[in-house]
């Protein structure tokens, strides 16, 4: 390491000119001068204390004086810069020390070629962070000379460098002449020891080579304030630096303006013009950067620039040796004289000077101490939070090993941040101080988090420096006792987590995933009872971020927090706290079991050491619009806990609130928050929070399985859900329902209805959606409740607007909705009057909502009760399509699969149309099977077609691209009639007598050998046979046993009275054959054989359909009879215009007919 300095010395002496070589062998023949004198007064001072029995007095040391260096000041030309540049750094021997937030086996020492306000540097940092450079390299550099200067520098900024530092020179100097030594030792010995005045301090400029440019006197500017040195002006804007980076040329420019160079196709130094090898630029120069601050602030407090002038005639007159003087604007000047206030200037002259780390270790321990006895002496905080103070502790943080000792500077930092925030923003000048600060938080000193909070990065900053996960880790562990930092560090992370949570970004949603999936949610609902009213705060606030964006944590959240503590200062916190705990307990009462919601209700009712309901409505009379709907719900649930029958001020403000916020257009925000609250307050709820207000009116308008529907998959669940097994919350929700709806309904004789009424004309949808549903309800609830006359007033508010939804509205919710409400008014005599007007647009609408609601047959029914026109128009159909397939012979089968409408003929052909708004357009046609195809049939789930054929064969067939594909093929060694299918047989009619049953494994018997059946139905594993005989046996597949529906004919000479058709729904079994006697259709019921009707049709039936109210009859004649399944009463018949025989029909969705004919014709009939 010597060779490399004495290489570097000379590198620096090759560069001087000859009248600067020649000054600087004066410098150092006056020093060593200085030595050897300083070296002869102690020696003499030695041999009189050896010889004398009392003290004496040490003699001052004598330093050279600027007597002089005027004239040179005056008369030097600016030299050439020397050395490196600042941005540069020159490699140390390994160190056997790395600093505890280090990545990796990094631990290579360095030096760097720069100062940082006076800072040493005691191990290399990664490149991440700024490096601090030791004052030693000035040592190493400059000439004896340079001394003085390198005084004023100090002084500039603001450090305590002892008057030893200045003498401790290096041994390696060249030797001074002997006549200028002599000379220099008769000058000092003339001059008396104790009279050594303080000389003035010149004020010097550091340049980018660390050599100390004179400057001329002439050359001053009239301000106050200093020029920028030159090396902290970028070449190319000639502004100070910003983003200093230097490249590989050792030149350095502001980032955004090389940038641009580059960007403009140059690939070289702008001033050196040497190439450069690649346009990728270096992380910032951050000990350039730290420079330039430091001088911003020095320059910034400064009162006045010191005078670059010589000194006056009277300092000339003083003597060569002065004492030096530590400089003014030190921190250790700064700090008032006296037992802990001068410890406390020793401890931070020697962490912000010394080079050796111990020592500054050391330093800080001392600093601690005297930080705790002195209780925050208001003299000592301003002096330990000067920057060069803050940027030794980050020093310490950079570069120690000692876990204690790292703890101890947090603790410091964290003190010094929250009292004076020039601390925070001397650490958060640099990124790379807080990203040190991270990298010892995520090592697992906790306590730096407390720092981090106090720096306040942004939500963005702390994503970027991935501080989740260590958030978390601290929240999850126990809360640790020892720690003395000014915040718990738990308390901190919560600060800092509920700082991410609060932006509107997806980002902050996958963090609540990660806090709810690892169970930190628990630890942060035991910050609810927290000391500080900040972390509670903060704790509500992740708390309802997590129910929004996972509201089935809420039960854990209900069942662990508790109320009474943030209940008590409900009255003490500000507005905006205030509110986060009104939305607090307004989204924790969203559970699915209505009992515990009371529960909860009763206990924030109750909690507190005052009345929460008071509070509530007087902080209801000062919130702004906004959050008026929320207070206002959550007090009006706490008001109907009691008799809702009873007057109550409370709920006379809440509903208040809640109009007014309806009756403001200008607030739309205000409007739907007030309606959605009014929607929720009907108390049944998901497991997630969703309300089921809406889901819960569809179910009471009988909503059928499979209907299309835009609600969610957990309401479709609620209306499908028939089980008792909540029976009793069932009936508590029911009586909340009823007390909440009475409360709303009877405010001031139905004022709300006019509200809602005035949100059915709004153009916005959400808006819209809401008053629809919380009017809807309300109406509903009235129809239940005792008649007040309430009903009136709601019927006079919004029955006309239920009429126009009900018209006009595209969504088919929304119409059920109005369905809903125009039932619960039309069984009054005075609300059927006021819907004589509309009752034929009202049934032509409640016929398309009879497919998805069974509530539109009932009210159908009630209007046409008695009006044989009406119950005739209401099942009136229409000829949607027919086309001509007579050239592939009769249609034998057709049936429905997966959108598709499938026919197949006698001539094998299988064909594939269309089945929507346009039915029957012909898409694909297949011939697979040689001979007619007799029967179609889907499997019951809906995934496979099989086909049946006269040519022996089964086909299985699958759906792709609207086409259908062949799968498989199974022989069957006999023809096929009226095949049924299951999932792992198939049973079919053989040319003999009974039915085969077909294994798909390759099996098969025959079952009912004695009879000849005529026709199958295969229902939930029971085989109905339809025989020619007129009789109906029922099989059980799995038992084998079989059960006799009807017996039969058995007289000889009768006439033929075969079974042609049977069709099995909803327990019921229809069966189709002649007149003969009385009835052409039987009805059974399958579970005892009773006979539960019949249809007295005078036509020999073929074949049948039924949908869910009708009965359609195949006659041999061409004609179609509808039937009425209720009533079972004829209501219309189909012509098919030709005198043909009807062989096949399907009905799909309860809207179309389809039918083929032995004339090769395929009809399409629907619902007009």
């Not at 007040?788 to 607007?801: D, E, I, P, Q, W």
């Amino acid at each position: 390491m010597e060779d490399g300095r004495q290489a570097d010395a000379m590198t620096v002496l090759s560069r001087m000119s000859g009248g600067q070589a020649v000054e600087l062998r004066g410098l150092e023949r006056t020093y060593e001068g200085v030595m050897d004198e300083n070296t002869r007064v102690y020696a003499e001072h030695l041999k009189d204390l050896l010889r004398s029995d009392v003290a004496i007095k040490p003699p001052e040391l004598i330093f050279p004086s600027v007597t002089g260096a005027e004239d040179h000041i005056g008369e030097t030309k600016d030299a050439e810069n020397v050395g490196d540049d600042i941005g540069s750094t020159n490699l140390l021997p390994i160190s056997s020390r790395q600093p505890m937030w280090s990545e990796g086996d990094q631990s290579t020492e360095f030096s760097a070629g720069g100062i940082n306000n006076g800072q040493c540097s005691y191990s290399r940092a990664p490149s991440l962070y700024p490096q601090r450079v030791s004052p030693d390299l000035f040592r190493k550099q400059l000439s004896n000379r340079n001394a003085d200067y390198r005084t004023n520098f100090i002084s500039d900024h603001g450090q305590a460098f002892s008057s030893a530092e200045i003498s401790d020179e290096s041994s390696s100097e060249p030797e001074p002449e002997p006549d200028m030594e002599e000379r220099g030792r008769k000058k000092a010995i003339s001059q008396p020891k104790n009279k050594y005045p303080r000389q003035k301090q010149a004020s010097v400029v550091l340049s980018s080579s660390i050599d100390l440019q004179l400057v001329d006197e002439d050359k001053l500017l009239p301000s106050s304030m200093q020029p920028p040195p030159k090396d902290f002006v970028c070449p190319i804007t000639s502004n100070l630096f910003d983003d200093p980076v230097t490249l590989e040329t050792g030149q350095t420019y502001e980032r955004r303006a090389i940038q641009e160079w580059l960007e403009r196709g140059n690939m070289s130094c702008p001033i050196t013009r040497q190439k450069l090898y690649s346009s990728k630029l270096p992380k910032t120069n951050y000990v350039l950067k730290r420079l330039i601050t430091s001088w911003r602030e020095e320059n910034a407090y400064s009162s006045a620039t010191p005078s670059l002038r010589s000194p006056s005639s009277e300092t000339t007159t003083q003597p060569i040796l002065s004492k030096r003087s530590p400089s003014p604007t030190s921190v250790i000047t700064q700090a008032c004289d006296g037992g802990a206030v001068g410890d406390l200037r020793l401890a931070i002259t020697t962490l912000c000077t010394s080079e050796v780390l111990n020592e500054a270790e050391m330093a800080v321990v001392q600093i601690e101490r005297l930080w705790r006895r002195s209780s925050v002496d208001p003299e000592i905080l301003p002096s330990l939070s000067k920057p060069a103070v803050v940027n030794g502790f980050m020093e310490i943080l950079f570069n120690s090993i000692d876990e204690q000792i790292l703890r101890t500077v947090l603790f410091l930092l964290s003190e010094l941040a929250l009292r004076d925030k020039l601390v925070v923003e001397a650490l958060t000048r640099v990124d790379s101080d807080v990203d040190c600060l991270v990298a010892l938080f995520k090592k697992g000193l906790t306590e730096a988090v407390v720092l981090i909070y106090l720096a306040r990065p942004s939500w963005e900053r702390l994503l970027e420096m991935d501080m989740v996960d260590a958030l978390l880790t601290v929240m999850k562990r126990k809360e640790d006792d020892s720690s003395e930092t000014c915040l718990k560090p738990k308390t901190a992370s919560i600060l800092l987590l509920q700082q991410i949570l609060a932006s509107d970004n997806k980002i902050p949603s996958e963090v609540v995933d990660v806090l709810i999936s690892e169970g930190v949610v628990g630890s942060i609902i035991r910050s609810l009872s927290g000391d500080s009213e900040e972390e509670r705060i903060a704790a509500i606030r992740i708390i309802v971020r997590c129910m929004e964006v996972d509201g089935n944590c809420r039960k854990m959240i209900a069942g662990k927090a508790g109320f009474e503590t943030f209940l008590e200062n409900f009255t003490t916190v500000d507005d905006v706290e205030r509110f986060e705990i009104v939305r607090f307990l307004f989204e924790l009462v969203k559970l699915d079991r209505r009992t515990y919601n009371e529960r909860i209700l009763h206990s924030i009712k109750d909690g507190g050491k005052f009345s929460t309901m008071h509070a509530l409505a007087v902080y209801l009379q000062t919130a702004v619009q906004d959050q008026s709907p929320i207070i206002a719900g959550l007090l009006l649930q706490l008001d109907v806990l009691v008799e809702p029958r009873k007057a109550s001020i409370y709920r006379e403000e809440a509903i208040d609130a809640l109009v007014s916020c309806l009756r403001n257009p200008d607030l739309h925000n205000s409007q739907l928050l007030a309606a959605e609250t009014i929607v929720s307050l009907q108390g049944r709820f998901s497991s997630s929070g969703e309300s089921f207000t809406r889901a819960s009116l569809l179910k009471r308008a009988g909503l059928k399985k499979g209907s299309r529907t835009l609600l969610g998959s957990d309401q479709i669940d609620y209306i499908h859900d028939n089980s008792e097994d909540h029976s009793e919350e069932e009936k508590s929700a029911d009586e909340w329902e009823r007390k909440m709806a009475y409360a709303l309904a009877s405010h001031e004789f139905g004022l709300l209805f006019e509200a809602l009424a005035e949100g059915l004309k709004s153009e916005q949808r959400e808006y819209f959606s809401a008053c629809l549903v919380s009017a809807s309800w309300l109406t509903y609830m009235l129809s239940i409740l005792p008649d007040t006359g309430l009903r009136g007033a709601a019927r006079v508010c919004l029955l006309k607007h239920f009429i126009s939804v009900l018209k006009s509205a595209k969504d088919t919710d929304d119409k059920a909705l109005a369905m809903l409400a125009i039932n619960s008014v039309m069984h009054d005599p005075e609300g059927m009057h006021d819907l004589t007007s509309h009752i034929k647009d009202i049934i032509k609408i409640l016929r398309e909502l009879k497919k998805s609601y069974i509530l539109a047959n009932e009210m159908l029914k009630h209007l046409c009760h008695g009006k044989e026109s009406c119950m005739l128009e209401m099942w009136n159909h229409q000829l949607l399509a027919q086309v001509d397939c007579s050239f592939h012979g009769e249609v034998l089968s057709i049936t429905y699969f997966r959108g598709r409408i499938i026919s197949g003929h006698s001539d094998g052909t299988i064909k594939v149309w269309s089945c929507g708004d346009k039915p029957l357009h012909q898409i694909q046609e297949t011939r697979e099977h040689t001979k007619a195809v007799t029967s179609l049939a889907v499997l019951q789930s809906g995934k496979k077609l099989f086909s049946g054929s006269v040519d022996k064969s089964v086909r299985v067939w699958s759906l792709h691209d609207g086409q259908i594909n062949c799968m498989e093929y199974h022989d069957t060694k006999d023809q096929i009639h009226n095949l049924n299918v299951a999932s792992n047989m198939a049973c079919f009619i053989p040319q003999g007598a009974g039915v085969k049953v077909l294994s798909w494994n390759g099996g098969s018997k025959i079952l009912n050998p004695n009879k000849n059946v005529k026709c199958l139905s295969l229902v939930q594993g029971k085989l109905y046979c339809g025989c020619t005989d007129n009789s109906i046996q029922e099989i059980d597949l799995a038992t084998g046993t079989a059960g006799t529906i009807q017996i039969g004919s058995k007289k000889l000479l009768a006439k033929a009275n075969p079974i042609y058709s049977l069709q099995v729904q909803d327990g019921l079994l229809y069966s189709a054959s002649t007149p003969l006697d009385g009835a052409a259709i039987k009805i059974w019921n399958t579970s005892n054989y009773s006979q539960k009707g019949s249809l007295p049709s005078s036509l020999e039936v073929r074949c049948m359909a039924i949908s869910t109210e009708l009965i359609y009859l195949g006659s041999k004649i061409g004609a179609v009879e509808i039937w009425s399944k209720d009533k079972l009463t004829k209501v219309g018949t189909l012509q098919t215009g030709g005198n043909c025989r009807i062989r096949c029909m399907t009905i799909i969705s309860d809207e179309l007919l389809v039918i083929g004919t032995t004339d090769g014709k395929i009809l399409a009939w629907g619902l007009s």
